[in-house]
């Protein structure tokens, strides 16, 4: 190691291009190991050399940095760096945002975006969910911010996370993020569900429509004189007459009309 030091030394002291050559020379039969040749930076001195003016100092020096890349090889050195793999999943330094809420957002945004896009659609789609939370809510001391921050948050990913069509939508970008922030529960459910709801609510209009219309039917139907108390088909309940029914189509044009009763002792409704 001393040895290859004072030959490097030399080196740079060397003017003569015969000394510079010789000490190279000397340098090509000195024990050099790897972790010698890195420490004393043996490769950077010797590598500029190889574009000596003078030409034996140039090949000496050509022919030593192959010497030594050929040892560098041997001991499993690769000669030139490989690439780093990318990694699987961006990380975002705290410092980036300044607030580890954001980036605890942002990481879980990508993770849920991420769920059956690539990578590289995931990423820059949870990024710009977050900015626009941000900008909408971009004080995130403020506890009240930071609340309805958070909720924000909790309620996209959770619907991103259900919601399939919902998440090709940001990624592609078909949906901004700021019309991703505008919409409702209802609006972010999935499919199934939005379909859920609205037959529950063509339903409850049915229901109240329904007995509107029976009691507006009971009431013209007193007026020309038909009671529908009386009725051919008794409560299952509790047996009694006074029944009132009617039909209504719910169906297909084609089909029968449904018919509705209702007791009027205890109130059982059936239909048929
Ligand atoms: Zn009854």
């Not at 047996?239 to 029968?256: A, H, I, L, M």
């Not at 009763?261 to 048929?272: L, Q, T, Y």
């Amino acid at each position: 190691m001393e040895e290859v030091r004072g030959l490097v030394k030399a080196l740079t002291k060397a003017e003569a291009p015969e000394a510079v050559a010789d000490v190279l020379r000397a340098l090509a039969k000195a024990p050099v190991t790897v972790p010698i040749l890195h420490e004393l930076k043996c490769g950077a001195v010797v590598s500029k050399l190889r574009k000596h003016e003078n030409e034996s100092v140039a090949t000496e020096a050509k022919l030593l940095i192959k010497q030594w890349k050929g040892l560098a090889a041997a001991a499993g050195v690769p000669q030139t760096k490989a690439p780093a793999p990318a990694p699987k999943t961006h990380s975002f330094a705290v410092d980036d945002l300044g607030d580890p809420t954001r980036q605890a957002a942002r990481k879980k945004l990508q993770a849920t975006l991420g769920e059956d896009a690539s990578d590289s659609d995931s990423f820059p789609a949870a990024e710009a969910v977050e900015l626009a939370l941000h900008r909408k809510w971009p004080n995130l001391q403020q506890p009240d911010q930071k609340r309805d921050y958070v909720a924000k948050l909790r309620q996209l990913s959770f619907n991103l996370k259900k919601n399939s069509e919902l998440r090709s939508d940001v990624n592609s970008k078909r949906l901004t993020p700021e019309k991703l922030l505008e919409l409702d529960a209802d609006q972010l459910a999935t499919r199934e569900k939005q379909e859920e709801r609205r037959k529950m609510a063509e339903y409850q209009h049915d229901a109240r429509s329904l007995d509107w219309e029976r009691k507006n039917r009971d009431r013209m139907d007193k007026s020309i004189g038909i009671d529908n108390s009386k009725t051919m088909y008794p409560c299952g309940k509790c047996k009694s007459t006074k029944v009132s029914n009617y039909e209504k189509q719910t169906r297909s044009g084609d089909e029968p009309m449904t018919q509705f009763f209702e007791c009027a002792d205890c109130g059982h409704r059936w239909r048929f």
